[in-house]
């Protein structure tokens, strides 16, 4: 157990749909990072958050949004769902603003789009 | 901008073979270097990192060496065991904020 926790685990939804992956961080850290992984893409950099703000965007579509809540935890929501959407899902966390140290990864959410 | 490159796989050994993969980068400044390993239905998790020219990350028999002058962070294992199949992903930490990922490598360890 890596101290960051997705949910779900698991999501299969039809296209045009919206859905929300969820991601707590370790305890203690304040930097919330998303990534895609895909066959095609690899991983991509979605967005991440510190202490509640946005600090850096990646390659998020316009479909998607985020938000990092008081308790620390983040909502990761996708919308008007596509076929090519489907992918895997990352939470990250780490203590500080940066990430020269590293950061701890979740299991991740699996979303099918059909 | 900030990029990392990995030989492509499938790397199929057998166990006890020693392991290289290649890992190259373009990034300005000195960033941080790093490999992740991603086992089956699981996430990313941190095997060693770098943070300075020269200095050497170690974890669990594997080693890499941050070799600015070739812009290279290589993975070595002496002896791979059957439990080290996996993919494999290098990273650099910029300046920035986030950690760029090389493609990931698969390693297959057959017995």
């Known amino acids: 157990d890596s101290g960051v926790t997705q949910t779900p685990k698991h999501l299969i939804t039809a296209t045009g749909q919206r859905v929300t992956l969820r991601c707590s961080p370790r305890s203690g850290d304040l930097s919330v990072y998303w990534y895609q992984q895909s066959l095609d893409q690899g991983l991509q950099f979605l967005i991440q958050y510190y202490n509640g703000e946005e600090r850096a965007k990646g390659n998020i579509l316009e479909r998607f949004s985020a938000q990092q809540f008081p308790d620390l935890h983040s909502e990761l929501n996708l919308s008007s769902l596509e076929l090519g959407d489907s992918a895997l899902y990352f939470c990250?966390?780490?203590?500080?603003?940066?990430?020269?140290?590293?950061?701890?990864f979740g299991s991740g959410t699996r979303l099918t789009v059909v | 901008g900030d990029s990392v490159t990995q030989m492509e796989g499938p790397v199929t050994l057998s166990e006890e073979a020693f392991l290289t993969i290649n890992c190259t980068y373009t990034a300005t400044g000195y960033p941080s270097l790093f490999w992740y390993v991603q086992y089956p239905g699981e996430g990313l998790q941190l095997l060693l990192k770098a943070t300075k020219a020269d200095d050497k990350g170690s974890n669990k028999g594997f080693e890499a060496t941050y070799r600015k002058e070739t812009t290279s962070f290589h993975l070595e294992k002496g002896s791979v065991q059957v439990s080290d199949s996996a993919v494999y992903f290098c990273a650099l930490s910029p300046l920035g904020n986030m950690l760029t990922f090389g493609g990931g490598t698969r390693l297959m360890v057959k017995p």
């Open positions: 990250a966390s780490s203590a500080s603003p940066t990430a020269r140290g590293g950061y701890t």
